[in-house]
Nanobody, 123 residues
Framework: QVQLVESGGGLVQAGGSLRLSCAAS????????MGWFRQAPGKEREFVVG????????PYADSVKGRFTVARDNAKNTVALQMNSLKPEDTAVYYC????????????????WGQGTQVTVSS
């Protein structure tokens, strides 16, 4: 098993930046592909981006393409999401998730989830 803890959320003005971090503990981190998801109030959980243990990434969600960047550090057991040019519509709880094997865009295919971190972007 792997335990995940997100950090780095907060309140930021539109156009600002935040860097989310997800720290993993427990099982060997490099065995897992990681995903970032987000969920806004009243909406379904949305896939943002995935990254394999080797660092290969999925295409980003169209809504964040060109503004968000994912990276992982297997030596530090972390995966980060750099979010630039934030918009009010990016407001959501952001979750990192882990699954063994290849990456996936589907939340149901992830075995482990963090508790989430709130990102609020004011206009």
């Amino acid at each position: 098993q792997v335990q995940l803890v997100e950090s780095g959320g907060g309140l930021v003005q539109a156009g600002g930046s935040l860097r989310l971090s997800c720290a993993a503990s427990g099982d060997t981190f490099s065995r897992y592909s990681m995903g970032w998801f987000r969920q806004a109030p009243g909406k379904e959980r949305e896939f943002v981006v995935g990254i394999t243990w080797r660092g290969y990434t999925t295409p980003y969600a169209d809504s964040v393409k060109g503004r968000f960047t994912v990276a992982r550090d297997n030596a530090k057991n972390t995966v980060a999401l750099q979010m630039n040019s934030l918009k009010p519509e990016d407001t959501a709880v952001y979750y990192c998730a882990a699954r063994s094997g290849d990456y996936s865009r589907y939340a149901a295919e992830y075995n482990y989830w963090g508790q989430g971190t709130q990102v609020t972007v004011s206009s």
